[in-house]
């Protein structure tokens, strides 16, 4: 496949004029190598020093050189569209000419730091070595100077080969064609996002211009050419033999476009002419005639003579398509039938290639012809249906709550609780008893633990009387116990011990609280002060006649320093102390007795 062409990356190549390439060059030698030598330094590192000038100024020259023979394309190796379009714009031969004289100026500077190299070993002082050095610089930059003309050209041929369309020549191409002013421009600006200038007179486009499309999901490109006059193809200038190297070489579908109104200045039988003069080539591409500005005049509103032109154009099976750019009529019938006969073109070419056969084998599209009026469904096995009916009868969806509001309007009512409740009640159900634990053990503590009810509970709740409460109004009261219905004995001394010890533990603080009999507790740092007297004349302090001494507080008692501690005898790892687990921590021991462990609270 080939590659898409763009020539925008020739912007990199900057300062082909002979002066600026100089002075960079030199500015860069200056800037990157060393610029202190001395004449006691020993001879050799004088040379080297000047040698290496020498040798930086060549390989600055040889790369920026190098480079430019490189970017620049080579007609030779380029698409013939391409290669013929620059000769048609640049002069082939004038351009393989600038650039071989580019090489050879690379080649002679090359040459002349490798003479004044082998010169600059025999140097034997300092000022022998610099006139060496200065006489290889201005040597290599005389050589660049001869080719300002060179250089000069191919800045020109730079800037506008970086300005060129991108045009694919192996893509899908629409190609439109035909005299100056009949409309080309204004049917791109429609069928593309181009914006090609349009004005009222002959030769607005003076290069080519391409615009891109989508159609049966295909990537499109619409070239627009220059107009062409009907006259021989020697006396065409540069504008109009860029639309005949478009024409020449781009695997496109060609559309003639023919100005019915005769607005542009040439009457039918001129476009014609000029028709039937570039026939050659349109040999073996697509072919359709747009008429266009029928807005203006009709073939129907044409005279005879000009009538039997489009119907001779009919009879020799090419498509004539009235059109208008101003008002739209038939310009998406013309883009329809355009692609379509290219789509067919590409491929009727790919079936008559080489490579038809390697790709035919790989794939194969059999059509069997009907045999009889029978009908033969396809087979479907029984457990096949089954599951598909299985999957075709929906699931009972889960209600939501916007479901209900709609289902009930201003019946209903929001309660977050009971639904929490009846959607994880059957997950808490069998850890009830755990969950009744884990309320005690955290009310010890001051806490309250969040447990699910019991789902029975306020059915229970309420055949006992008003007096007790569910579990759902005491959530958030700190220590209170929640009774649920899977209590049993066990579990009733449990709670009635657990309040117990929380009564226990609240008088013990209360307590603690009376015995201290303390005032609030001072920082070591605030010294106490006391007055020494008590002779009050004025209202202020500072205006005071009694004096604030402050008292001197405890020395500080020196305690005896800790003495080194005697190694220990053995060295094997003591025990910790036994924790009872998680699950039973903070509960009684069995084994204990109950009446002794609540004499013991009580004490």
Not at 465 to 482: A, E
Not at 557 to 572: G, I, L, N
Request: net charge positive.
């Amino acid at each position: 496949m080939l590659p898409v062409y763009s020539f925008h990356w020739l912007n990199s190549l900057s300062a082909l004029l002979f002066q600026d390439f100089i002075d960079i060059t030199l500015s860069k030698t200056q800037r990157k190598t060393p610029t202190v030598v001395h004449k006691h330094y020993q001879i050799h590192r004088i040379r080297q020093f000047y040698m290496r000038k020498v040798k930086f100024t060549q390989q600055s020259y040889h790369d920026r050189l190098s480079q430019i023979l490189t970017d620049f394309p080579k007609l030779d190796d380029i698409h013939p569209f391409y290669a013929d379009l620059m000769n048609v714009l640049y002069d082939k031969d004038h351009y393989k000419l600038a650039l071989g004289q580019i090489n050879i100026a690379k080649n002679l500077i090359d040459n002349v730091a490798k003479d004044y190299v082998r010169l600059m070993k025999y140097g034997d002082s300092l000022y022998r070595c610099k006139q060496l050095k200065r006489a290889a610089l201005g040597r290599m930059c005389t050589i660049l100077k001869r080719q300002k003309s060179s250089l000069e050209y191919l800045e020109q041929v730079r800037q506008h080969l970086s300005r060129l369309p991108s045009i694919d020549p192996s893509t899908r191409t629409l190609l439109l064609c035909g005299y100056p002013n009949v409309g080309k421009s204004s049917f791109i600006n429609k069928v593309t996002r181009a914006d090609v200038d349009v004005q009222p007179y002959a030769f607005t486009t003076k290069s080519l211009f391409v615009g891109h499309m989508d159609y049966r999901y295909l990537r499109w490109q619409v070239v627009d050419t220059p107009g062409i006059l009907d006259h021989p193809l020697e006396e065409r200038n540069t504008i109009e033999m860029q639309a005949i190297t478009a024409l020449a070489h781009l695997r496109s579908a060609v559309l003639y476009v023919m100005d019915l109104s005769e607005q542009c200045g040439h009457t039918l039988d001129q476009q014609v002419e000029l028709f039937n003069n570039i026939r050659p080539l349109f040999a073996n591409k697509p072919l359709l005639i747009v008429a266009n500005k029928c807005d203006v005049k009709k073939i129907s509103e044409l005279t005879e003579e000009n009538q039997k032109i489009f119907s001779d154009l009919i009879s020799e099976g090419i498509p004539v398509i009235e059109s208008s750019t101003l008002t739209e009529e038939g310009v998406m019938h013309v883009k329809t039938e355009a692609c379509d006969r290219l789509l067919a073109h590409r491929v009727d070419t790919k079936m008559k290639g080489k490579k038809v056969h390697d790709v035919l084998n790989r794939l194969h599209l059999a059509m069997p012809n009907k045999r009889d009026e029978r009908e033969r469904p396809p087979f479907i096995p029984e457990g096949a249906l089954q599951r598909k009916r299985a999957m075709e009868v929906d699931q009972p969806k889960r209600k939501t709550e916007r479901d209900l509001e709609v289902e009930m309007g201003d019946d209903y009512v929001l309660d977050l609780q009971s639904k929490i409740f009846s959607s994880y009640c059957h997950f808490y159900k069998p850890w009830q008893h755990f969950i009744n634990i884990l309320i005690i053990s955290t009310s010890q503590c001051g806490h309250t633990a969040f447990a699910l009810p019991d789902p029975v509970r306020p059915r229970k709740l309420s055949r006992e009387g008003p007096g007790r409460t569910w579990m759902g109004d005491r959530l958030g009261t700190p220590g209170s116990l929640v009774k649920t219905a899977f209590e049993d004995e066990e579990m009733q001394e449990i709670r009635v011990l657990a309040k117990q010890i929380k009564d226990k533990k609240q008088m013990l603080i209360v307590e603690s609280k009376e015995k201290d009999k303390h005032g609030p507790r001072m920082p070591r740092t605030a010294t106490k002060v006391r007055h020494v007297s008590l002779i009050i004349t004025f209202l202020f302090v500072f205006q005071s006649h009694y004096a604030l001494q402050a008292r001197r507080s405890r020395s500080l008692v020196r305690k005896r320093k800790r003495e080194a501690s005697a190694p220990p005898t053995s060295r094997t790892r003591s025990q910790s102390a036994s924790r009872p687990p998680r699950d039973k921590s903070g509960l009684r021991d069995p084994k204990v007795p109950l009446t002794a462990v609540i004499h013991k609270i009580l004490l």
